[in-house]
Structures are given as C-alpha cells and as structure tokens.
C-alpha cells in the first residue's frame, strides 16, 4: 500500500483531517533553538542564539494562536518527541508506526 508523506503546522489538522496516520513531532524548546541555530549559522556567522529564540518563539505564538487552521495537535495524532532522537531513529520510529498503521 503507497501513501503520501506531508508535513506542516496544518496537514493532520486542516488540510488531510482524513490521513491514516498523524504525527505531532515536538521537541525541547531549548533543543528546537539550539538546531535551528546551527542551521542558520551557517548561512549567517553574525545571527545569535537570542535572535533564534524570539524567531521561534513568535513563530509558535502567531502559529498557535492564528485565526485560520492554527498550529494545535490533531485528536488522532501520535506524538513524536525528537528531543533525543536522531533523524534516523525519527524515522524508524514513524516507519514502524506506518507498518502498524498498514498491517493494523
């Protein structure tokens, strides 16, 4: 059996309400600033820890709290904390919950 893969503040909530399986993927605020300033930093030397904080945290705050398809959890989603996770163990972890999903 084939599916889509989608991902986004809205896709379980708003725009595939209908998909077989959601994921909720969440994280240690503290571990989401320190990765996405890696990943800025390397585009931009000067950008400071702080700076990426408040840019997350606005973003959260606009996101959540927007009139239209705001970023919550879906009723059916399965919760995936990558605090301490690597991206292949993230995977795993989503590949297995779809095999479940498929044989289930």
Do not use: C, H
Request: without cysteine.
């Amino acid at each position: 059996k084939k599916g889509i893969v989608m991902d986004g503040r809205d896709i379980g909530t708003t725009v595939f309400p209908k998909a077989e399986l959601k994921i909720f993927v969440t994280a240690d605020p503290a571990i989401r600033v320190e990765r996405r300033f890696k990943e800025l930093y390397a585009k931009n030397p000067s950008i400071t820890v702080e700076e990426v904080k408040a840019n997350l945290e606005m973003r959260d705050y606009i996101d959540s709290n927007r009139e239209f398809s705001p970023l919550r959890r879906a009723e059916d989603a399965v919760e995936l904390d990558n605090t301490n996770l690597t991206r292949d163990e993230q995977l795993a972890i989503a590949l297995q919950w779809a095999k479940e999903k498929i044989a289930g």
